[in-house]
Nanobody, 122 residues
């Protein structure tokens, strides 16, 4: 059974950092991509960053590029999202999801985790 479990969220002041983890089970990262998404109150869920462990390629949206970094530890079957210089507009529930390689778009992701709350105070 495919399962994704997010952790690492919390309350942080503006300018602070957090590292989110997405622990995968039921499949190996070698065969799939992992994406991070977020959903702020009253807004639609949006893709933030994704990584394909098959070739190490990554993609990060412009709004967080330079502040957020995605990485993977295939030995631990875990993907991370390092977030720095967090701002109040980054407040959201962050989810991870998986997609088969090659990724064809944000819509190709599924098997969502339960999410982890990130709250950034000003």
């Amino acid at each position: 059974e495919v399962q994704l479990v997010e952790s690492g969220g919390g309350l942080v002041q503006a300018g602070g950092s957090l590292r989110l983890s997405c622990a995968a089970s039921g499949f190996t990262l070698d065969d799939y991509a992992i994406g991070w998404f977020r959903q702020a109150p009253g807004k639609e869920r949006e893709g933030v960053s994704c990584i394909s462990s098959a070739d190490g390629s990554t993609y990060t949206v412009d709004s967080v590029r330079g502040r957020f970094t995605i990485s993977s530890d295939n030995a631990k079957n875990t993907v991370y999202l390092q977030m720095s210089n967090l701002q109040p507009e980054d407040t959201a529930v962050y989810y991870c999801a998986t997609a088969p390689n090659p990724v064809t778009g944000w819509d190709s992701f599924g098997s969502w985790g339960q999410g982890t709350q990130v709250t950034v105070s000003s």
